[in-house]
């Protein structure tokens, strides 16, 4: 009686450890979002700032996550860590919109008029957008 209760609590360590492992490897493995595929709520930058700056909880609910196509004026261009371009446009009175490209800039530079279609993230000083492309 206990080499079995043994027998069967052996087995059924061994199913969850591999049904684990293939959720892990799913998830892992599991494609990436493409901002340039996705449809986007299109606004400027200075509406989406000013959003987050009215009502952060209710611009989480309409944007996080989600694709947003933002047009407006770069103020800024820097790189970051992984030498990444990142974006800076012009937003309301006390924030802007930040966003980090996939690819270059495109010889972007400051006082540009751009559009450039990501994924909020989110908002710090500024509204944060993740996997961007320069709209065409």
């Known amino acids: 009686m206990k080499k079995k209760t043994i027998r069967v609590a052996g087995l059924l360590c061994i199913f969850c450890i591999s049904a684990v492992a293939v959720i892990i ?3 892992y493995n599991k494609p990436h979002r493409s901002a340039a595929n ?12 000013a959003d ?3 009502d952060e909880a209710g611009a989480n609910k309409k944007y996080l996550g989600n ?3 933002v047009s407006g004026t770069v103020s800024e261009v ?3 860590q992984q030498n990444k371009p990142v974006i800076f446009l012009m937003g309301a009175d006390m924030s802007g ?8 800039a495109r ?4 006082g540009d008029s751009v559009t450039i279609k990501g994924f909020c993230t989110g908002y710090l ?12």
């Open 25 to 27: 490897y799913r998830m």
């Open 38 to 49: 996705e449809t986007a709520v299109e606004l400027t930058a200075m509406r989406l700032a």
């Open 52 to 54: 987050y700056e009215k």
């Open 67 to 69: 694709a947003v196509q």
């Open 78 to 80: 820097t790189f970051n």
């Open 97 to 104: 919109v930040q966003c980090t490209l996939q690819d270059n």
């Open 107 to 110: 010889d972007i530079k400051k």
């Open 125 to 136: 000083t500024d509204v944060i957008m993740d996997r961007c492309v320069v709209g065409r």
